[in-house]
Structure formats: C-alpha cells, structure tokens
C-alpha cells in the first residue's frame, strides 16, 4: 500500500484530541506524528526525560514538514502546537491514576486514547509499588488505571461526536502465553538477565502482560455495550516486528551488546518490518471510519505484509486465541485487576468517575 494511500485511508482528525502513550519514541513517535498530521492535538504521556523532549521535538519537526508541503495543507497542522507532553508513567497504578486526573483538569474532551507504551524482557529486581513484576505493572496494570480514570472524558466526548476510539496495543506474542500464574506475576527474580533461560523467562513474562491487555481489550469492550456505551471502539493490535525500536534492549546482562545488535540485525532482516508502518495499524483503529461504520468492539487488528516485511499491505481482522478468548480465564484477571486498582487509589476515587462505576456494575457476557 502506498504512504498516499495509507494516509488516504484515515479521516481528517482536524478538532480532535488525542493521548499517545509512549508517543514520543519507537512505534509511539510514529504514530503522534500521523495522527497530528492528520490534524489531531495529540498529548504524548510519557515520562519527562531528554528522551521524551527530543521525541517530540522530532516529531513536531516532522509534522511541520508533512503540514506544510503543498499549499493547501499549509498551516492546517502546526506541530509546535499540535504536540504537547503530557507526563505519565505507567509503572503504578496511583501515578498512572493522577495522571489522568490531571489531563482531566486541561482538556474538556478526549476522542482518541492509544494506549501504546511497553516494557518487554526487563529484569525484575523490583516489584512495582502495587506488587507486581514490571511488565505486567507497566503494560497492564498502569495502562488499566489510566484508561479507567479516562472514561468519563472518552464516554462525553463519544456522546457529542458518536465516535470514541480507544486502542491497545498488544503483541503477538501473547500467543504464547500459558493461563496467568499470579503468584509468579507477583514475584522478583533478582538474578533474572544472568542466564539464557532468565531471558526466555523474561519473554514469557512479556507475553503475560500482553494476554492481560487482551483479556482487558474484550472485558473493557463487552462491558462498554453492556452498560449502553456503544458509541466508544474499543480494540486491540499487533503492531508488527519493529525490531530496530528500542523494545527489549539493554535489560539483559547475559546478552553481550554486540551479539545482541547482530541477532536484532539478523531478525530484522527476516522478519523486520519498518518502525513507520507498524505504527499504521493502530492508527487505522483510530482513525479509519470503517471502523465505526462497522462497529468494530474488542477485536483484535494485524498488519499485513509482503514477504520479508518490506511492504505494508494493509491491516486486518485477527481471531483471539483460544486462551486469548477463554471468559473464565478473562474474569479471573478482571478481578485481580480491579482489586489492584481499588488498593491503589482507593473506593471513593473509583466512584467518582460515573463510567467506571457502570463498567464494575454491568455484566461481560
Ligand atoms: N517493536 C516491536 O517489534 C513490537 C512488537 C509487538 C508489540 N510491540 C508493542 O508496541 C509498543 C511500542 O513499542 P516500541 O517498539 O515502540 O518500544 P519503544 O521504542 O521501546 O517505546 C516504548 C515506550 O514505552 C514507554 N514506557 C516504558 N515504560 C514506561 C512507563 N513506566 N511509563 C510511561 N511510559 C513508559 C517508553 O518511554 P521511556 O522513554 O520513558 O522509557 C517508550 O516511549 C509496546 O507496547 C510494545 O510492546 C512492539
């Protein structure tokens, strides 16, 4: 599929505002830069470093460029103003909570939430400040809290333009996951990253947290139209082999760094796919009409490639697996979730947003 093409394909999101976890690195980046060049205010939640302002510093370059290339298009998109920073870290529950608290005190709508940040193969010294390993915390957990105190702003905003969009991006190797063990998801293992089986642990821990965000994707959905909230898209996607990101990189001792960059050059090679479309397939979940026409709720979208990866063809439908779509298994992660959450910020900060509070009332079949 052509770049024109792709971008074709999405609507113009001139007025809308969005939040792009993670948005100003990697597949993020990628993809506050479509978003705002096609005309939305995007808020990348990100935690403040050099990293995060150089992010988005490179992406309001960007957007500028792509804004301002023909004369019709000149001056519908200032990346200087269409690209804020807005701070987030998702590694608890109360700090990913208060962050969206606090986006609830600057905007007065939210069309689009990405939920698109990750932390994958990261050594597990610590537990985080709710109990557990980091990238069930950071992946599901924080993302949960975020979207939860979120749905207030998303549902009014849907109520006015009969289209919300809420995206999670999961990773096919969720595929991968055994039924969630949450003794072990609430265990450290200090000396994980020494060993070649602590770094094949460590991707089963991956894949863990991305068959939460799966069971979280269907239950948060189901939920939704239960409670009469049809209006808000709610779904899930592999991105695709953005191997050259930094994903992954640097949490494993065992792993000398030469070695590691000729093995992610090798993978790329074969199965790599470029950093910019990997970024579409969410973007398309967010922006392409089809997708309300349709009334797409708690899928599950892949991109689809040519071999070797080089060219994006598009994105399509994908079935869960079956452990993916196991109700028993879901039920059981929505309540240690929910659990997690009320230890974290408490009952009467979970009452107070009216959304959350059907979600917790309304059946999930
Ligand atoms: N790359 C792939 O091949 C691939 C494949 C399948 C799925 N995915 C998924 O795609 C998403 C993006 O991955 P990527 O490859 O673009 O990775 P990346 O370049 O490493 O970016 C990850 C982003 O997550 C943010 N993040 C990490 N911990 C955080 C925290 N505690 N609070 C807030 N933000 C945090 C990072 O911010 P900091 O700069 O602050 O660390 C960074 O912006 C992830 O969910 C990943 O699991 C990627």
């Not at 990348?44 to 023909?70: F, H, L, N, P, Y």
């Not at 994707?217 to 695709?240: F, K, V, W």
């Amino acid at each position: 599929m052509k770049e024109q093409e792709f971008l074709n394909s999405i609507e113009d999101l001139s007025g809308k505002i969005a939040i792009v976890t993670g948005g100003a690195k990697g597949i993020g980046l990628e993809t506050t830069v479509y978003l705002a060049s096609k005309g939305a205010t995007v808020y990348v939640a990100a935690r403040k470093s050099e990293g995060t302002d150089v992010g988005i510093e490179e992406a309001r370059r960007r957007v500028r460029a792509a804004t301002t290339k023909t004369s019709d298009d000149a001056g519908k998109s200032d990346g200087d103003e269409k690209i804020k920073h807005h701070d987030l870290d998702l590694s608890s529950m109360k700090t990913a909570w208060q962050s969206a608290q606090a986006f609830k005190k600057l905007e007065q709508k939210l069309d689009v939430l990405i939920c698109n940040a990750g932390v994958s193969m990261t050594t597990l010294q610590k537990l985080s400040p709710d109990g557990y390993e980091t990238m069930f915390a950071v992946n599901h957990l924080g993302h949960f809290a975020f979207v939860a105190a979120l749905l207030d702003i998303i549902k009014n905003t849907a109520d006015t333009t009969q289209d919300g969009r809420i995206i999670f991006t999961i990773s096919d190797a969720y595929k991968q996951a055994k039924k969630l063990d949450y003794e072990k998801l609430k265990t450290s293992k200090p000396e994980d990253g020494k060993t070649l089986k602590d770094i094949g642990d460590a991707w089963m821990r991956y894949a863990d947290s991305k068959l939460a965000i799966v069971y979280s994707t269907i239950e948060l959905s189901n939920r939704l139209r239960n409670a009469d909230i049809a209006n808000i898209y709610l779904n899930a996607c592999h991105p695709g082999n953005a191997i050259n990101t930094t994903l992954g990189t640097g949490h494993q001792t065992a792993v000398n760094p030469t070695m590691e960059r000729a093995v992610r050059g090798f993978l790329n090679l074969l199965i790599g796919n470029s950093t910019q479309d990997s970024a579409k397939t969410q973007v398309y979940l967010a922006g392409n009409k089809s997708i309300k026409e349709k009334g797409v709720h708690g899928e599950n979208w892949e991109p689809e490639f040519s071999m070797f990866g080089s060219t994006y063809k598009g994105c399509a439908w994908k079935e869960y697996t079956q452990l993916g779509r196991d109700e028993e298994e879901r039920k059981k992660l929505w309540n240690v979730t929910v659990d997690a959450l009320r230890k974290a910020v408490g009952e009467e900060e979970i009452q107070s947003v009216e959304t959350l509070k059907k979600l917790l009332n309304a059946g999930s079949e």
